[in-house]
């Protein structure tokens, strides 16, 4: 069965500092992922999501950056974290064919930005 | 305004009552889902119906493409229900898929 991993699972960090949260999905090959974010009061929005290694399209201009190093590995990162970063981060993951309608979500970060 | 709507934002039901969440969207789509985020913040996808209706247990989802529209229901509710409930589209086209949220309704069900 699939299975869909991300941590850590809670992050206090201040402003200015890196980030780098981690998604790995086992039990599948080639899925498509995803990553969204829930700020505070808000409903969840795409970020960014990939159909294969290096491949990554961003839907929205931020301080954020995903990468894809491995086929079942989705990297979320900032150089330089700002206070507008705060939320909780979603990966999820979806067949590449077939199902693709259905999505998978992973347990989430929260991550809070002092 | 939102592409993706859903009402009410906030409920609160006694135990036993019949549940109803609404969700309207104005984008043409592949599918609707229906999910369930509990406090932790963690997500479970209830339905995904893309006509008629689907029931599993005491959920009942149902969608009218012509309308644009979808309910979930909830019978004989129990606090175990209470969580927030995420009405999301799949819209067409590209390589993947994109879902597109409403801001979800914070259900409380109380003893």
């Known amino acids: 069965s699939q299975t869909i991993h991300q941590w850590p699972a809670t992050l206090v960090q201040p402003v200015g500092s890196p980030l780098s949260l981690e998604c790995t999905v086992e039990?599948?090959?080639?899925?498509?992922l995803y990553w969204y974010r829930q700020a505070a009061g808000r409903g969840l929005q795409l970020l960014f999501y990939?159909?294969?290694?290096?491949?990554i399209s961003s839907e929205v201009p931020q301080n954020l950056s995903a990468s894809r190093p491995q086929d079942r590995q989705f990297i979320l990162s900032s150089k330089k974290l700002l206070l507008s970063d705060s939320g909780f981060y979603l990966c999820?993951?979806?067949?590449?064919?077939?199902?693709?309608?259905?999505?998978?979500f992973g347990p989430g970060t929260r991550l809070t930005v002092l | 305004k939102n592409e993706v709507e859903q009402s009410p934002q906030n409920l609160t039901a006694q135990e036993g009552e019949f549940i109803t969440i609404n969700c309207s969207y104005s984008?043409?789509?592949?599918?609707l889902h229906w999910l369930q985020q509990h406090p932790g913040g963690g997500i479970v996808s209830l339905f995904m119906?893309?006509?008629g209706k689907k029931k599993h247990g005491r959920l009942i989802a149902t969608i009218n493409i012509q309308e644009k529209h979808s309910s979930l229901h909830i019978t004989a509710s129990h606090p175990r229900d209470s969580a927030v409930y995420i009405c999301?589209?799949?819209?067409?086209?590209?390589?993947?898929?994109?879902?597109?949220f409403g801001t979800g309704t914070l259900l409380a069900v109380q003893p």
């Open positions: 999820a993951w979806s067949y590449d064919s077939g199902r693709r309608n259905e999505q998978f």
């Open positions: 039990g599948t090959s080639n899925p498509n």
């Open positions: 990939s159909v294969g290694i290096g491949q």
């Open positions: 984008v043409g789509i592949s599918a």
């Open positions: 119906l893309s006509s």
């Open positions: 999301a589209v799949s819209t067409y086209g590209g390589a993947t898929n994109k879902l597109i």
